[in-house]
Every structure is written in C-alpha cells, then in structure tokens.
T-cell receptor, first 108, second 114 residues
C-alpha cells in the first residue's frame, strides 16, 4: 500500500505561505496524490490532486518531486480560516484512505 | 462540498433502534463512498458502491451495518439495533469515476445513540 507520512502539526503566521510536506515513497506510477482538509465538525474539503506535474488552483499549489516520493501543498497566503487538519492521500484501490494528517494552525 | 447532500444532518436514536442515513451524490456521479468518524478520531473507510453494486465493503462492520445504492434514489447506510458505540459522524462522498477525478464529500450525518 502506498502510505503517506505527514508531520503531526505545524504553525504558520497569518499572511505567510504555509508549506505542508508529505512523504509517499511507495507510490506507484499510476497513483494520484490527493489533498483534503477538514475544519472541525465539517466534511472533508477537496483541495487539489495531481499525478506527476505540479498543479495549481484557486486554493493551493501542489508540488510533486520528480521521483514522486514526496509532495508539498502550498497555501500561498494563509488566513485564520485555513486552520484545519490537512490530509495527504494516495488513491489506492479506488478509495481514499485517510491517515492522521497535519494539524495546521494559523497564528494571528 | 457543494452538491453531495446528506440527510438527516443530525439523528438521535435509542439503543436497539434502526438508523438510516441517506446520501444523494452530485449530479452525474455514479460512485459513492461512506466513511465514519468517531469522536476525536480520523475518517475510516466503510464501503464503496456503484449503482446497484457494492464494490468494496472491507470497512463495514460484519453485523448490523448495510449499504445500498439503487438504480434510482439516494444511497442508504443502514444501521440496525444501534449501540452507543455507533455514535459518530458519517460522511458520504461521490465521484463520476475514480481514477484522476475529484471525490467530493458531503457535510455529514451525526448519529447520537442514547
């Protein structure tokens, strides 16, 4: 199984870029990397996903290393509303398997 | 999260009663997933369904739990003879097809067993 490893928690100052790392060293060539976040008591919110190339949307950027063994989610200008648990997930067997994620706290 | 509709949002059941949770996927989505989140824990996969078929139920408890996704209508997660340990948030997600597509989640149904 392509499992992921993320730091348990991180802090980031409001207005700064938040860079959330994820290791997925056993990822296979056709497995996508997905990022979701969960704000307390809400449903998981899709952020971004990618296969090989870097991706950007209105919420974030996803940087995937050339060997695909790790990736970084970048929130370019963090706000207090970005405080949440962020999950990096490799889609395996057609289902998302959530780990423990990174608890990101944005500091005013 | 827009588009995946779950109801009821909150449900209270006495021990031994049945709970039925409904999920209407986004328009055009034929794949549905159910996840459970116990208090202060992570999301655990329960079941993956396509129209009229259960594809993967490896996360479903062996007894009392069942799921369906009929040709017409919402997906239903059914819990029979509920116990206090079933108290949790149940999230539904949907996608048009899996590989490379976005899987969207609903806002969840909170079940409380008293």
């Amino acid at each position: 199984d392509a499992k992921t490893t993320q730091p348990t928690s991180m802090d980031c100052a409001e207005g700064r870029a938040a860079n959330l790392p994820c290791n997925h060293s056993t990822i296979s060539g056709n497995e996508y990397v997905y990022w979701y976040r969960q704000i307390h008591s809400q449903g998981p919110q899709y952020i971004i996903h990618g296969l090989k190339n870097n991706e950007t949307n209105e919420m974030a950027s996803l940087i995937i290393t050339e060997d695909r063994k790790s990736s970084t989610l970048i929130l370019p200008h963090a706000t207090l509303r970005d405080t949440a648990v962020y999950y990096c997930i490799v889609l395996l067997n057609e289902k998302l398997t959530f780990g423990t994620g990174t608890r990101l706290t944005i500091i005013p | 999260n827009a588009g995946v509709m779950q109801n009821p949002r909150h449900l209270v059941r006495r021990r031994g009663q049945e709970a039925r949770l409904r999920c209407s996927p986004m328009k055009g989505h034929s794949h549905v997933y159910w996840y459970r989140q116990l208090p202060e824990e992570g999301l655990k996969f329960m079941v993956y369904l396509q129209k009229e078929n259960i594809i993967d139920e490896s996360g479903m408890p062996k007894e009392r739990f069942s799921a369906e996704f009929p040709k017409e209508g919402p997906s239903i997660l059914r819990i029979q003879q509920v116990v206090r340990g079933d108290s949790a948030a149940y999230f539904c997600a949907s996608s048009p097809q899996v590989s490379g597509n976005t899987i969207y989640f609903g806002e969840g149904s909170w079940l409380t067993v008293v």
